[in-house]
């Protein structure tokens, strides 16, 4: 279905009004024809499987013109295969005409008219009738509610299978899915995509819909409003030489926008806090924050609380950012496994003001990486005192934090002090409270704040922090070896979700307003396209009118 194009300020204006409405439950499930499941709508976010054969889009149904959105997954093996067959020749050194003329696909892709709007050479490629004639690249549908905010893969910390979270607005409500893990090795056939949908990408049953019954939870509560970022409190995926030894406790957090509020969500599996085996149910809403939560991230779990099982007094943390207030808040879960029943929480441990930048308010994304300290870990020698001795000195060295802040516009770079707790020489906690020692000027509406990787011009990966500007229309890409920008990726109008392909050197940038995503290069051996768009999935199709 073509959307009719209009100007930008009404399209803001409408996002205004659409963020008010939506707080106040306008959202009607009825109220329209259905979403289209293969087709990108205003994709809110993107998540990918850690042997990337699946790449899951939500999309948010912004403006409102179905009864919600729809959540897809797309094989990833064919996404790339085309994408490489378009570029093969010019990444090859050989001139020609680099999108898919000379490739074998079944039919070239052809030339991009508008790059002012849609920057890459080659026109966008149809997912439901791509170029390799091998039938639609989504792979499987659901339909949720309206205004998905986010998306995040969660692997078993403690066996194999994995889900996918996504914070639904409309609702409120975080819904689950049950999909493929393909750590062990890749999907072959259908990717599956369960939220008790049914066939034909249906609705996902209300058991699915985590927030919305008050009667599953010894609280009785429900999830507040306008649900928005979110995060694994043990992190996405334990180290798998953690398992063994770990508790597993696991839940989920989610960040309120409008609110001070925080949910936690898990269930007792085993003896454990988990999300895997069970259901997992809103357990607790921590309150009393500052207003507009929205950034949150784990705090990875070091490898001597993993080893010492239940030993330490070590509690998983998470880190906040708020659009009102220049700081960045420490959060603790606590399992309360003692307690008979159990009802787990969070706690505010401590909170840090934002001092680097003049004024600091509105910080929207935040990203933690252990590289430095999974490094030191990984040189400890094998069981014994001597490797928990040196487990626990790993223990304080730093992790890196990366906030994107708005005002003013900055990459703000900082550490955790890591100061170890140790009771007659045996670990027992961190302090894990963030410093801020740098400010990265960046352009304007920085939003999001992604770790991952390229590929240097050695063939070999190195660690980058990429931040996309959704007003500016620009991902920046730091360095943090150098402690620079080190390039920029002109994209498309609203860049938004992105994430980095885990096995191949590519990135994926959901551009919300236009609805595709872009597929952006990673190689710095191609001289000529890296670190920009070179090409286009879905069909970019300018808003229309709300309803």
Not at 447 to 464: A, M, Q, Y
Request: charged share 20%; hydrophobic share 40%.
């Amino acid at each position: 279905m073509a959307r009719r194009s209009r100007s930008a300020s009404r399209f803001g204006a409408a996002l205004l009004a659409l963020v008010a409405s939506a707080g106040a439950g306008c959202w009607a499930s009825n109220d329209g024809p259905s979403p289209p499941t293969d087709q990108l709508y205003f994709p809110a976010g993107l998540a990918i499987s850690p042997g990337g054969s699946g790449l899951y889009v939500a999309n948010s149904d912004f403006d409102l013109q179905y009864t919600g959105g729809s959540v897809a997954a797309y094989d990833l093996s064919r996404v790339r295969a085309i994408v490489r067959a378009m570029w093969g020749s010019t990444w090859a050194g050989a001139k020609g005409d680099p999108c898919g003329a000379q490739s074998g696909l079944a039919a070239p892709v052809g030339a991009n008219l508008n790059l002012l709007l849609y920057p890459g050479i080659c026109a966008a490629i149809d997912p439901i009738a791509p170029a390799d004639g091998k039938g639609s690249l989504v792979s499987a549908t659901a339909r949720i509610g309206a205004f998905a905010a986010d998306a995040m893969y969660v692997a078993n910390a403690s066996a194999s299978g994995a889900r996918l979270f996504i914070p639904v607005r409309g609702e409120p409500s975080l819904t689950y899915f049950d999909v493929d893990d393909d750590r062990a090795g890749p999907v072959t056939g259908k990717l599956r995509l369960d939220c008790g949908q049914g066939a034909d990408g249906e609705r996902c049953d209300p058991l699915h819909r985590l927030g919305i019954d008050a009667t599953d939870n010894t609280r009785q509560l429900t999830m507040p409003a306008e649900p928005y970022g979110l995060a694994a409190s043990a992190g996405p995926d334990l180290p798998a030489r953690c398992r063994a030894g770990y508790r597993a406790d696991q839940s989920i957090a989610v960040t309120h926008q409008t609110t001070g509020q925080v949910s936690l969500f898990t269930d007792r599996v085993g003896g454990a806090d988990a999300i895997f085996g069970t259901r997992p149910t809103l357990q607790f809403v921590l309150s009393g924050l500052s207003f507009g939560v929205l950034g949150i991230a784990p705090l990875p779990v070091p490898q001597i609380a993993c080893e010492l099982g239940y030993d330490p007094n070590y509690q998983p943390g998470l880190v906040v950012t708020f659009r009102s207030s220049p700081e960045i808040d420490l959060l603790r879960f606590v399992s309360d496994a003692y307690s008979s029943p159990s009802r787990p929480y969070l706690v505010r441990a401590d909170a840090t003001a934002i001092r680097i930048d003049a004024s600091g308010i509105d910080s929207r994304g935040v990203a933690v990486d252990a590289t430095r300290r999974t490094a030191c870990e990984e040189g400890c020698g094998p069981d014994g005192a001597a490797r928990l001795a040196c487990l626990t000195d790993c223990a304080a060295t730093p992790l890196d934090v990366y906030v994107a802040n708005r005002t003013p516009p900055a990459l703000l770079v900082g550490r955790t002090r890591a100061t170890v707790s140790a009771v007659q020489g045996n670990f027992v906690g961190l302090d894990d409270s963030v410093v801020f020692h740098d400010s990265v000027p960046l352009s304007y509406g920085a939003s999001r704040v992604v770790l991952g990787s390229i590929t240097g011009v050695d063939g070999k990966l190195h660690p980058r922090v990429f931040i996309a500007c959704f007003d500016a229309r620009y991902v920046f890409v730091y360095d943090p070896e150098a402690g620079r920008i080190e390039g920029v990726v002109r994209t498309g109008r609203g860049p938004h979700a992105l994430v980095v392909d885990p096995v191949a050197p590519f990135a994926y940038l959901g551009h919300f307003t236009d609805s595709y995503l872009g597929v952006v290069d990673l190689d710095q051996r191609h001289a000529d396209t890296y670190l920009t768009v070179v090409a286009m999935v879905g069909i970019p199709t300018a808003p229309r009118e709300t309803k």
